[in-house]
């Protein structure tokens, strides 16, 4: 197990460097170079002249590249041009928000999916399963903006039973040490804050986990549809091993490696920030930051927070694949 996460380790670093040399040429090759995309109309050939001096644009490219990744290597990603803090603080700042409607959006996905396409797997054939597919079906194909204004609309407006927006009600005096506002509640017993916290983090969550979850009923239901039929699975039923067991040890066990897959990619996604959720729901995480960069043309931001992701995405993948290891003893041997 350690060699595979040695290896995995050792795949990150080109990977990171292709995506360095991306980002770095993609922010060159703008029409009119980085400072004019970046002052728009106030383009004068002062300014111009001013942002290239600021920034090294006018430094010869290669010795630009190798800058900026040496001050990478040292923890400067550069400095929000929004807010004038540095990127890596307007990081940690932003991710704890993210991860906490993630992590929530996940549960709800893999803790509703995977039961239900399980379920809907064993009466193939049948209305239940008919209607898992549907229902999954619909749920991918609605766009999550979409979605997003209507549970915002239905429950936050009219009904008034979910807040609309925020991570907190600004009026309760809540501590924070971690970041993370559902944990700092229950850290330091204020358990009013907490569930604060968690009301403001319940609709965005559905919102965001609707497509996760579909993805999840319809990949758990295959799996399980096509192991089931499997000769060990007839053999252990002719046994008459226990239908639990059947269950435990035979078929979810099995089932779960294209799940495992699907539930990293979309942890993955997830953590990369919800940008049209946030947005709606005006949560303050990378998401609704990075649509504020992009619309604002933070280069520096931009280019932090997508080498920051690609780190977490691939330490998903890294967690995936150890995880295939325990579930499956063939893997370790291999």
Do not use: C
Request: no cysteine.
């Amino acid at each position: 197990m350690l060699r595979t996460i040695g290896k995995r380790l050792l795949l990150l670093i080109p990977t990171l460097f292709g995506l360095s040399l991306l980002l770095f040429f993609w922010v060159r090759a703008l029409p009119g170079g980085p400072a004019v995309a970046l002052l728009g109309e106030r383009a004068t050939p002062e300014a111009v002249a001013r942002i290239n001096e600021l920034y090294g644009f006018n430094e010869p490219i290669v010795q630009q590249y190798f800058t900026w990744i040496g001050k990478l290597l040292s923890g400067d990603f550069g400095v929000s041009l929004q807010t004038g803090r540095p990127v890596t603080e307007e990081f940690l700042r932003r991710f704890p928000a993210t991860i906490e409607l993630s992590l929530l959006a996940l549960i709800l996905a893999v803790g509703i999916g995977i039961p239900l396409g399980y379920w809907a797997a064993r009466r193939h054939g049948k209305f239940t399963d008919h209607a898992s597919v549907v229902l999954s079906l619909v749920g991918i194909t609605i766009p999550v903006f979409f979605l997003a204004f209507i549970l915002k609309y239905i429950f936050a407006v009219q009904l008034g039973w979910l807040p609309s927006d925020g991570r907190q009600n600004p009026r309760i005096d809540a501590t924070h040490y971690t970041g993370f506002y559902v944990l700092d509640g229950i850290l330091t017993g204020e358990w009013d804050a907490a569930w604060d916290a968690f009301l403001h983090l319940l609709l965005p969550a559905i919102a965001l986990g609707t497509i996760p979850l579909a993805i999840i009923v319809r990949i758990t239901r295959a799996s399980v549809l096509e192991v089931q039929n499997a000769d060990y699975v007839r053999t252990g039923n002719a046994k008459g091993i226990s239908r639990a067991t059947l269950r435990d040890r035979f078929i979810l066990r099995n089932a779960m490696l294209p799940v495992i897959t699907t539930v990293g990619l979309q942890a993955g996604l997830l953590l990369s920030g919800a940008i049209l959720t946030e947005t709606v729901f005006a949560f303050p995480g990378i998401g609704s930051f990075l649509a504020g960069a992009i619309f604002n043309r933070d280069f520096p931001v931009l280019q932090g927070f997508i080498i920051f992701i690609a780190i977490v995405y691939a330490l998903i993948n890294l967690l995936v694949d150890v995880s295939y290891s325990v579930i499956d003893p063939r893997v370790r041997v291999s």
